[in-house]
């Protein structure tokens, strides 16, 4: 079983649509958990950081993490085709334990005029 | 406050060739991570430095591949004797420093292509 599991898609959406992006993990130790837009040939950037269980809510996105389920969600309201790119779930241990950030394979979006 | 640069973008070698990628974090950030994103995959840890020393190069492959973060300068990923199956983008992440909350800011990436 891999560590982080995760959709490929291509997920194809008309604007205005909500989407829902999904990862499972199984490594328990996994305390941060992160959200990543890729656009086509550039660097990942940023788009959630999420401590431990919860929500977070930034704009149209909102970041979901469950714990007990392995389990955390990435919604984007009111798509629209600026937000086609690649989404990549991460996540890393907690402070003290190793820093590198274990990615899933990303689920390519696409929102459609 | 410039992001993290990563030259060269773009990189041919043929087999049997050397890469040297190279990655300057950003500003005031002491931490330096590169990864591997082969086609169709996601991105792989391959070693995390801070000046001068290698502190998890677990991601590694034991043969061909070293780096470094000098205390001047860029930090560097080599790869000597390149085959094929290195081709791939490889990117360059830092963070200010080791904390609960320090995010990891990517670079634009170094495309590799082995003829």
């Known amino acids: 079983q891999k560590e982080v599991e995760q959709d490929p898609g291509p997920l194809s959406v008309p604007e205005g649509a909500i989407v829902s992006l999904n990862c499972t993990y199984s490594n328990s130790a996994f305390q941060y958990f992160m959200w990543y837009r890729q656009y086509s040939r550039k660097g990942p950037e940023l788009l959630m950081y999420t401590y431990s269980s919860g929500n977070k809510e930034d704009g149209r996105f909102t970041a979901q993490v469950d714990k007990s389920s392995k389990y955390i969600s990435l919604f984007i309201r009111d798509s629209q085709p600026s937000d086609s790119a690649t989404y990549l779930c991460?996540?890393?241990?907690?402070?003290?334990?190793?820093?590198?950030?274990?990615f899933g394979k990303g689920t390519k979006l696409t929102v459609n005029p | 406050n410039a992001g993290v640069m990563q030259n060269p973008r773009h990189l041919v070698r043929r087999r049997g060739q050397e890469a040297r990628l190279r990655c300057s974090p950003m500003k005031g950030h002491s931490h330096v991570y590169w990864y591997r994103q082969l086609p169709e995959e996601g991105l792989k840890f391959m070693v995390y430095?801070?000046?001068?020393?290698?502190?998890?190069e677990s991601g590694m492959p034991k043969e061909r591949f070293s780096a470094e973060f000098p205390k001047e300068g860029p930090s560097i990923l080599r790869i000597q004797q390149v085959v094929r199956g290195d081709s791939a983008a490889y990117f360059c992440a830092s963070s200010p420093q080791q904390g609960a909350d320090d995010e990891q800011f990517f670079g634009p990436g170094t495309r590799l292509t082995v003829l």
């Open positions: 991460a996540m890393r241990g907690a402070q003290g334990g190793s820093e590198k950030l274990v």
């Open positions: 430095l801070q000046k001068e020393n290698i502190i998890d």
